[in-house]
């Protein structure tokens, strides 16, 4: 019963480097997201994705890139790591966006760019 | 205007007491409502969801105001592993849903 899965769960970068968080669920769920938290704070969405071959920008997507290429399977892609992209993950899913469909997380990767 | 407006606390509380939460949000048209859980260094998890009719589990009872435009979360007999931050959850009409940042809880012994 995994849920959402997400690797690596710690990964510390140097800046300018690149990199690709996994996140892969097998509930059949239609919707995915990326957030990010900093410490203290709350969840900022970063991209989001309706279903396979859908994506859009959430409040906070620059820097960032993702895809959709499966039901599955949602990699949130770093290009050029900067410090300001130090912070924890979380990719969730829904079954839908409609009500009353909560979202399910996965347990976090946590990134620091040195 | 935040469109979900929680007070951070910390709220501080003994074993045992009785404690209350509340959230407002500005987008009337919002449909569905949700109290997450997180624990410190965690993802979110469900709590609860909340109806219009509010509800109840176990020691935790939900309740929304559309008038008003709040919900709030209630927790009876407050436990040691109650401690962790409760997140407010609206999801207007569509796939956006929108978390607060979060109300502190820390029961001490």
């Given amino acids: 019963n995994a849920g959402v899965t997400q690797t690596p769960k710690f990964r510390i970068l140097k800046i300018g480097q690149s990199m690709t968080l996994q996140c892969t669920q097998d509930m059949n769920h239609n919707y995915m997201y990326w957030y990010r938290q900093d410490p203290g704070m709350g969840l900022k969405l970063i991209y989001y994705s309706v279903g396979a071959g859908i994506t859009d920008k959430g409040e906070v997507p620059n820097g960032y890139n993702v895809s959709r290429s499966t039901t599955e399977d949602f990699p949130l892609r770093l290009e050029l790591a900067a410090p300001s992209q130090t912070s924890v993950y979380f990719c969730a899913s829904s079954y839908s966006g409609t009500a009353n469909q909560p979202q399910h997380f996965g347990d976090g990767t946590r990134l620091s760019i040195l | ?109």
């Fill in chain 2, 1 to 109: 205007r935040k469109e979900v407006e929680q007070d951070p606390g910390p709220f501080n509380v003994p074993e045992g007491a009785t404690v209350a939460f509340n959230c407002t949000y500005s987008n009337s048209a919002s449909q569905s409502f949700f109290w997450y859980r997180q624990d410190c260094r965690k993802e979110p998890k469900l709590l609860m969801s909340v109806y219009s009719s509010g509800n109840e589990d176990g020691r935790f009872t939900a309740q929304l105001n559309r008038a008003s435009q709040y919900i709030s979360l209630l927790i009876r007999d407050s436990k040691l592993s109650d401690s962790a931050t409760y997140l407010c959850v609206v999801n207007p009409r569509g796939f956006k849903t929108i978390f607060g940042a979060g109300t502190r809880l820390f029961v001490k012994a």
